[in-house]
């Protein structure tokens, strides 16, 4: 008997040890939110750990996921910017499809925000191609007279951590970052490095698809 109602009088305190932990990883992830809304921070890590220190918890062990992040981030961007970041995310997704259609002979993909439609005023262009080396790639643009910077990224793919080769070009309102797999690898669909999750990408005429949706 004595345990039974030990029991019942924790119950109410856990209901409520869990109900403000949510409340903290809501209050994280909107202002996390905020952060890669206004502020431009891209890293969805980094803007929740800033966040925790903003809201007065630095050390705190409720960090929201990731997808928490992001519906914080649809949430915030259809309350406070939503005139202004579908025009930008139009002249995004027009900007991503003439870089696709350029690099055509390397089967490009748009990923990232700008595809699931989270981009914000400070978002780049994200495309991976898929060709023999990075060097066929390279020749291409330099025929092209398009300067590029060089520069690696980390993602999972195929089970282990590998490191892949980036080519960025300053587009017109933003940088365009293109991701270079090699040929063999189309296959398979890298994951997220913030949350494992396969990452979403489209071809040229889903990009097309989403813009005559508006």
Known sequence: MTKELGAKRSLPHREREKAANQRMRERIAQQAARLIAEDGQQDYALAKLKAARQIGAPDTHNLPNNNEVE????????????D????????????????MKLLERFNPYLVGSVLNGTATRYSDINLQVF?????????????????YKSSEMRLHFGGEM??????????????????????????????????????????AKQVEALLEEG
């Open 162 to 203: 590998r490191t892949f080769p980036v080519l960025s070009l300053q587009g017109d309102a933003t940088e365009i970052n293109i991701t270079v797999f090699a040929t063999g690898d189309l296959r398979q669909i890298p994951r997220s490095h913030n949350d494992k999750r396969p990452l979403e990408r489209a071809r």
């Open 84 to 99: 202004e970041q579908g025009v930008r995310l139009r002249q995004l997704r027009q900007q991503a499809l003439v870089a």
């Open 131 to 147: 060709a023999d080396s990075a060097k066929a790639v390279e020749l291409f643009l330099l025929g092209q007279q398009m300067p």
């Open 71 to 82: 519906q914080a981030l649809r949430d915030y961007q259809s309350l406070y910017q939503k």
